[in-house]
Structures are given as structure tokens and as C-alpha cells.
């Protein structure tokens, strides 16, 4: 069992406990500080709760016999078909014919276990191969791994944006690692002060965010861009496709792993 604890300011208490709810928590206690404590029983499940906290969470306390004890269980995950991710200081080594990304085992989201991770990793290799994009931006980075996975499948310039400052020092230092961070560079700043259009827009963040931040990815696709999300479970996809919609966006491709949706869209004209 993983128990989580995330200190949060007093007059998020509601909005953050509601969300840890909707993103599985079975049960969320209120302790001093204030501090919300919650247990699950995988690792996976645990940073679904992590990243449902979102912008909301100014601290989070792990357990540290947990924090240890899953790092060092992390193995290679076959990301994609042709891209193995894996964690530094293991010594497995890589197929023929495959390609490795390095990351380094953190708390920040990317380390390929989630299906979320491994939908858009595959929409965006598959993309970037087609398509040359030549800027590229990833909201809600993470460890940097859909950043990763689009600077080594095309030539273009990636910005990876998120709120959690520890993740964008997780994203950097795999860029480095991955001898990429001359063309990923990655930055704090909001989605809503980003300028300029790109030709690929990649955003794995829970649904409710998503829902939040529509009219700023609609914003940032280019009119002959795309953009790939995931993120959300496969019963919230009509409610995001309709606020895409009414931004101006068309479904052109979907994927689903272990009831989560993967979406692709473009910008409606184009469609
Ligand atoms: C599910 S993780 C995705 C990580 C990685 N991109 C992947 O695909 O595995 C979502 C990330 O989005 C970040 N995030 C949440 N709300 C955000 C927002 N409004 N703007 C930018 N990043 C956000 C979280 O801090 C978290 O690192």
C-alpha cells in the first residue's frame, strides 16, 4: 500500500480532494497543515493522483520507503513499437532495430507503465514521421518524454511546458542525458502566455485540465497543425470533443489502451 500526502493551501482543500476522488482515490483524509492523505495499491494509480493534484498542490510527501522501493523496480517499457524508454542504471539491453530513450527514475509522470504515456507517444512518433513537424509543443511535459519522443522522430524544435517545477528539472536533465536539449528546451510559463503557432501540439494531462486549457491548444495549433491529447478516460471523450469542437477542431484519429483515449485532432477547415 502507498500512502500519498499532498499539502495543499487551506482554500483548495475541496476543489483538490474532489479531484483526487474523480481520478480514483477511494478514500482522501484531511490532517493538519492542511495536508491530504490518500493510499493506493499501485504505482501507476499513484501518479494518476499525483498528476490529478495538478497546479493545485504546492508540496507532496511520498512515503519514502515507496519513493525508493518503486524506482528501483522501474525496467525498459516498450513505448512505442519502434522506441524503448528506460531507466538510467539499468542494463538491459536494447533489441535490434529499436531505439532507446534514457530517463532518469523521478516522481515526475513519463515513465512509459501508464497507457496514457504510451497513446501519445505513439500518435506523436507516428506523426512526426509523417509530417516533419518543425516546432513542436508538449503541455504537461512531465519527465519530458512525448518531448523526447518528438525530437528523435523529426527534425523540429520542441517546448515542453508544465506547471511542477520539479518535473521541467526531471525534463531537462532527460534531455541532456538523451544529448537532445540543444532542440527540446522546456519553460513554466502558462500555456495562456505562449505565442506563435506550432505544427504539432502534444497534451497528456487529466481530462478536467484539458477541458480547461481547449481554447488555448486550439490557439496554438496551426491551421494546418495537429494536435494529439490524452489523458482521459474513454467515457469523458465526447464531452472534450464537443469543447474542441466548438474551438474549432475535428477528430481525425483515435487509439484506446486499458479504457483511456487517445485522440487526434485539426484544426476544422483543414479537416
Ligand atoms: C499525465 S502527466 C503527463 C506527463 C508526460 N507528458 C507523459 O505523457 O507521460 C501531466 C503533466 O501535466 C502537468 N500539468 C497539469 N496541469 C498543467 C497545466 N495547466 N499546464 C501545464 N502542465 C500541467 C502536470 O504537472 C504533469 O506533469
Excluded at 538510467?88 to 507503465?113: E, H, I, M, Y
Excluded at 518543425?134 to 523526447?148: E, F, K, P, Q
Excluded at 510559463?189 to 505562449?194: D, E, F, K, M, S
Aim: some cysteine.
Amino acid at each position: 500500500m502507498i500512502e500519498l500526502g499532498f499539502a495543499v493551501r487551506p482554500r483548495d482543500v475541496a476543489a483538490v480532494s474532489a479531484r483526487l476522488f474523480a481520478a480514483g482515490a477511494g478514500a482522501v483524509e484531511e490532517r493538519e497543515g492542511p495536508t491530504l492523505v490518500v493510499w493506493v495499491e499501485s504505482e501507476s494509480a499513484a501518479k494518476a493522483l499525483i498528476c490529478a493534484a495538478g497546479v493545485e498542490v504546492t508540496r507532496r510527501a511520498l512515503d519514502p520507503s515507496w519513493q525508493t522501493e518503486w524506482l528501483r523496480h522501474l525496467g525498459p517499457v516498450a513505448l512505442t513499437q519502434r522506441i524503448v524508454l528506460q531507466p538510467t542504471g539499468n542494463a538491459t539491453k536494447v533489441p535490434r532495430g529499436k531505439r532507446r530513450l534514457w530517463f532518469a527514475p523521478d516522481q515526475a509522470f513519463g515513465d512509459g507503465s501508464h497507457a496514457t504515456t504510451r497513446l501519445a507517444a505513439r500518435a506523436t512518433e507516428r506523426l512526426c514521421r509523417e509530417l516533419s513537424p518543425a516546432r513542436v509543443l508538449d503541455v504537461g511535459t512531465g519527465n519530458g518524454v512525448l518531448a523526447l519522443v518528438a525530437a528523435i522522430s523529426c527534425r523540429g524544435r520542441v517546448l515542453g511546458l508544465d506547471v511542477d517545477p520539479a518535473a521541467l528539472g526531471a525534463a531537462r536533465k532527460n534531455a541532456t542525458k538523451n544529448r537532445l536539449s540543444d532542440r527540446c528546451k522546456f519553460s513554466r510559463r502558462p500555456l495562456a502566455q505562449v505565442r506563435g503557432r506550432f505544427d504539432l501540439v502534444l497534451a497528456n494531462i487529466e481530462a478536467w485540465v484539458l477541458l480547461e486549457l481547449a481554447g488555448d491548444l486550439a490557439r496554438v495549433t496551426a491551421p494546418a497543425g495537429h494536435l494529439v491529447l490524452s489523458g482521459l478516460l474513454c467515457e469523458r471523450g465526447d464531452e472534450l470533443l464537443a469543447r474542441l469542437r466548438a474551438e474549432g477542431l475535428s477528430e481525425v484519429g483515435r487509439d484506446e489502451e486499458d479504457g483511456w483515449l487517445g485522440l487526434v485532432l485539426r484544426p476544422s477547415a483543414r479537416a
